[in-house]
Structures are given as C-alpha cells and as structure tokens.
C-alpha cells in the first residue's frame, strides 16, 4: 500500500473549481444519486470511489451535461471566478467550459488515426467553417498547421508520437487509454474527469498511467477528478477521496482518513474490520452503472 | 419403388448433414423453379402441361448445368472466398496503391478531365444530350448526396426535393411560375437565388430534424420529398400544379465585355455543368481533410465521443445537410432552365433513392467513387438502350439496378471505389468494433 500524500487538505480551501450540491438523478424509480455535495479546489486531485454501482459515472455524465439531473446545481467557476451552471447545457458547450473527459471503455474514432483523434480535440478550439475550408482560405491553412503542432506535443506529452500514424483500433489498450487522455486534453481542460483510466491495464500500464496522470495535474495544471477502482492507484494519487455509494456520499477525506472509515469499509466488505492494513476489492473493470 | 424411396430418403439425409449438398439442392431447386417459371404457361384443358412442358423438355438441362454452374461459384467462393476477397480488395486498392505521390495522381485527374472535355465533341447529339441530363446532372447530385450520406452518415430520402427546390426557384425568378418575382432575373442570375433557397430550406429542413437518430430522419427526410411534390402538385396557384412550368429561360451572360447566350445545344450546358462538378470535386475534397471533414467522422462514428470533444454535433449535420441541399439546388436550376420545363413528375421519391443508390454504389464518402458510380451507373440504361441485350426493355432498369446494387451490397459493401475512412470502417465492423452502418447513426445514447 502506498503512503497517502503528505498534508493533504480536509477542507477546501477558498478557490474552488466545481461545486455540485444536494444532485439527485434517478431513472424511473431507480435513485442513481442522492442529494451529492461535493467541491473540488483548483489544482486538486480528487478521486471518486464506490463499489460498482454506486453512481460514479452518473455524476460524471452530470458534470458533462450527459445526463440532466432532476435536482441540485452543479457550478462550474472558470477563470477569472466566472460562474456557469452546468446542468441544462449540452456536452459541446459544458466540454467548451473547460471541462474534458474520458471514458469507461474508451470511446476513440476507430477508423481514424491516433494522430487525427488528438486533432479533433484540438480543432474543437478552432474556428475553420465550411467555407474557408472549401476554400482553403489562409486562415483554415494557418490553424491546420497550429493544431498539427499542438496534436504532436499532446502526443509527445501522453508518449505515443511514434505511433500518430497507426489506427486507433490497432493500439495496444494502454495506449488508448492515454489516447484518450490526449484527445481530452487536446480541448484545452482545466478539469479533467478521467473514468476508471486503469480499468483493463497491466501492472506496468497502471504504473505509467499514474505517472501520466501526475504530470498532467503538475506539469499542465489541470484539475483531475478521478473514478477509479485501483486502490492502489488512487491511494497514491489522490489528495482526497469521496466515497459513493448507492448514489450517496458516505464518506469523505485524505486517503488515510477513508481507510479506515467503518462506513467505507463496510460498503466495500460488508462487515467491518479490525485489520490495519486496507483491502482492496478489485470489482471487475467494466461493470459500473 | 422402395429403392427409390430410399435413395431420396438417404439422399435427404446426406443434403441435411452436409452443407454442400444442401447448397446443390437449394440451387438446383431455384433453377428448377426458375425453369418452370420461363416455360411455357399451361392452359384450361392442360393444366399440368406448364410443368411438363418445362421439366421433361431439353430445356431443363441448360437450367439444371446453370444450377450447378451456381453451386461451384458458391462453393468456390467457400473454399476460396477469404483469397478471392484479398484479390478483389487488392484489384480495387491498385490504383490507390499506384499512385501514392501527389503528382501522380494530379496527372491522372488532369487525364480523367481531359476526357471529360473531349468526350461530349465526339458523340452524336443524342448522347450530348444524355451527357447532361442523365449523367452530369447525377453526378453532381452523387456528389451532394454523397456530403451528406458519405461524409457525416445521415441517411437522407428526400434529397430530390432541394432539386424541385432548386428548379421551382428559377422558375420563380425567371418569372416563369404564376406568381411573380420582385424583379425578373435571367436564368444565369438566377443561380445564386436557387443555391441559397435550396441551402436555406435545407438549414430549415435539418434544424428539427437532425436531432432524431438514424431510421427516424430517414422517415422525415422521405416525408419531405412527398411533402414537396405534393405541393408542387396541388398548389396551382403558385406552382403551375401538375401540368409543370413552360417557358423557363435558358441562362445567359452579359457582363464585363462577356456575352454568352446558352441555348438548346446541350454542349454549352454539359461545360457548365463540368465547371461545378470540378469546382465541388476539389471543394469537398479540400472538406473532407478539414476541420470540418474531420468533424463529420467522428459524429458518424461515435456522436457521444464526438461531443465531450467539443463537438457542435447538431451544427455539423446542418452543415453537411445545407451543403447537400445546395448542391442539389443547382443541379435543379441546371436542368430546368436546359429543359426549360419542369412538372411535378419530375421529382418522385424514386429519383432520391436512385442517387443514394449511386453514392452507394460508387462507395460512400469517396468523391472519386459517387463520379464513377453515378457515370456508370446512369451510362449503362443508356447503353443498353442501343445495343439491347438479354432483351433488355426499358421498364426493366430498376431490375438491372436492384441487381447491381444487391451484387455490391454483397460482395463489395463498401463501395466500387471507397473512401479510405468507410473502409476502415468496414473493415473494424467485420472485426466485432464498432458499427459499419454508421449511416443509421444509431450510437447509444448513454456512455
């Protein structure tokens, strides 16, 4: 088990990058979510965790405007402290916000190639119409060489340059999953949701990924909000955790401080435990919601 | 007798266990059926003389060496069918593979444009005619058609209608409908008014439509070209009703110094015609590798990935489908002023699936493809006309289509000449990824 990050904060300090509160979301009689509040700080590693279930990817699909909730608020604050209601606007417009994310099983363009896959992300920032493409107006030349450009640092940055030229269906699962990433980050995020990203990896992925995902919070500054299974990764990742389950909160802090939360443990194991040291329970990778 | 009996009976059971003997019987069942089918019809006072007459005939023979003729293809094609796919796919991607530098391939369209220019100065003025109305008019419209089907997956039924459209507003502003412009423009101006109706009905057309999935906007887009020949027929007032339009002016040009009158030679308006086909051919190729292009395949093959990429999923589909619709409007205004008269009749639901059948045919979202597919395609009826043969008659076209057009499906889904994306998604479909008809478009709504 790997040592929880030092002096990670409890409470959230005042620049706060998403706040949902009192979300409720059900299908039918179905309660998917109930009553969620969470924040997340800028700059913050947060990571959502639950058993299968539990509603993490219907809070992700929320967030991205997938799905309407029939409840709560979720409150997105760009930069300069710019506040946007989330729920309601469409995809486009919550991923135009800022908000980029990836997905359970990823959901690449199979018949494109990685490269072309990063470039769409990129392009979505542009500005090239029909006309000036038909055209090939000096403009849509200018921005096709700009996103080029910006498309291999975003796969230099994820380590798949040498492979821009393959199909994405032909890359082996790891690297999809940073694929995606890059596709994500390709649209210029400043909150990353990224959807149980180690879900079918080997150990040496997972290892990468975690190293990937670091970098992508300390090197670009990009919030993350992580669903993840892996205990072992998102004990080393994140600064704090909110635990789900049956679409509610059950518990929420450092690593350390939800280890050993009897709630936590409980809705994992089923009984609680005497036992020092966590274990994890490794649910199957896809069999969330 | 029980010999016999027996024989058939081992011979049943043999057909049940083994597949080849069960494809020989089918087969020859089928050209047994078709034997009788053929021959001579009985009558009152020989009812079972249409069997007799057909089975216990040297005739059945021919029939019986074409069943089996049949069998060892598809047997063949069971055996070998992984080899002979790899030589088709390799016949078929030669060119493409030939010809991977830029320059060689500029040379080779610079050739195909050659004979596009020389070939109308060598025929008779019956095929000068066909040129225009039959052929060029459907490839521009393959072409148009093939933006909206080929590029961004939409499954439209009703694209004839921006070409009624398209001829029913040069009508209007030529000043030929019964009502009357603000101001009477010569068919040549009028060119830019039909682009833009048919452009604009097709923004307004798209708007609440394209937000339906697959099968329904086919539904929708196939009640709209109803819709607009219904209208055409039945609002006298405006449209003429179901006599047509006469009298609509052949364009003409005068300006800066340039005088052009087109008349009735068909030659003027097949260079007309090659002038936009060229233009949207290097237009919607430039397209296809844009922004926008590139947008247009990642709404075909996954709209939820496409949209938390950022993507204007509904904006995307208006663009394709208001750049179809335009295309269309032109081709419309071409052949109404060349015709000089247009009627209802002219617009039937037929003609939309006879140009989806040509973009499918040629292969959807390949430029080249829907050229050659709608050439070939509307060339052969043609064809056929003067040198008839299988007794080829003139109602019988739709057979001879439906027939290419399953033989295709069958053995060549993807197209005569597809686009380097369709493939590859054709090829990933075959391997359990994803979807290959992602004209339905119907991708889960759920991620």
Known sequence: MTTAPEAAPTTVAGDIIVAIKDLSLSFGGVRALVDVTLKQARGELLSVIGPNGAGKTCLFNCLTGVYHPQQGSITFYGPHDKATQIVGRKPHLVNRLGIARTFQTSRLFNALTAFENVKIGVESRMHTGPVGAMLRLPRTRREERESDARSDELLEFVG????????????????????????ALGTNPQLLLLDEPAAGTNPAEKSDLGTLIRRVKNELGVTVLLIEHDMGLVMSLAERIIVLNFGRVIAFGTPAEVQHDPAVIEAYLGAPTDDDTYVPVEPDANGDD | MSALASTTVSLFRSARQSAHARRLVACLLGLIVLAVM????????????????????????????????????ITAQHRWGEALKRTNDNLMTLPRRMMPDRRVRLVLYAALLAVAILVPLHVNAFWQDVLVDQIGIYVLLAIGLNVVVGYAGLLDLGYIAFYAIGAYSTAFWTGALPVHPPMVLNAFWAIPFAIGTAMLSGVLIGAPTL???????????????????????????????????????????????????????????????????????????????????????????????????????????????????????????????????????DFTVQLSILILVLVIFGGMGSLLGAVVGAAFLQWFPWYLKEHPMFGFQDQDLYIYLGAILVLTMIFRPEGLIPSRRRKREFGLAEHGLGTADAMSGTTDPVP
Do not use: C
Request: proline fraction near 5%; aromatic fraction near 10%; charge should be positive.
């Open chain 1, 160 to 183: 798949l340059r040498a492979r821009g030229n393959e199909l994405a269906s032909a890359l082996p699962y790891g690297d999809r999953r940073r694929l995606e990433i890059a596709r």
């Open chain 2, 38 to 73: 053929t021959g001579p019809s009985g009558s009152n006072t020989a009812p079972v003389s249409g069997f007799t007459g057909s089975l216990f005939h040297p005739r059945v023979l021919v029939f019986i060496a074409i069943g089996l003729g049949l069998w060892g293809l």
């Open chain 2, 211 to 345: 937000r339906l999935r697959g099968d329904y906007l086919a539904i929708v887009t196939l009640g709209f070209g109803e819709i607009i020949q219904i209208v055409a027929t039945n609002l006298q007032g405006v449209t003429g009703g179901s006599q047509g339009v006469i009298g609509i002016p052949h364009p003409d040009v005068n300006l800066l110094g340039i005088h052009y009158s087109w008349l009735i030679d068909p030659l003027p308006y097949y260079y007309l015609l090659l002038v936009f086909v060229v233009a949207a051919l290097i237009a919607y190729s430039f397209l296809e590798h844009s922004r926008v292009g590139r947008a247009w395949t990642a709404i075909r093959e996954d709209e939820v990935a496409a949209q938390s990429a950022g993507i204007n999923v509904l904006k995307y589909k208006i663009m394709a489908f208001a750049i179809g619709a335009s295309t269309s409007g032109f081709a419309g205004m071409l052949e109404a002023s060349k015709i000089s008269f247009i009627e209802p009749g």
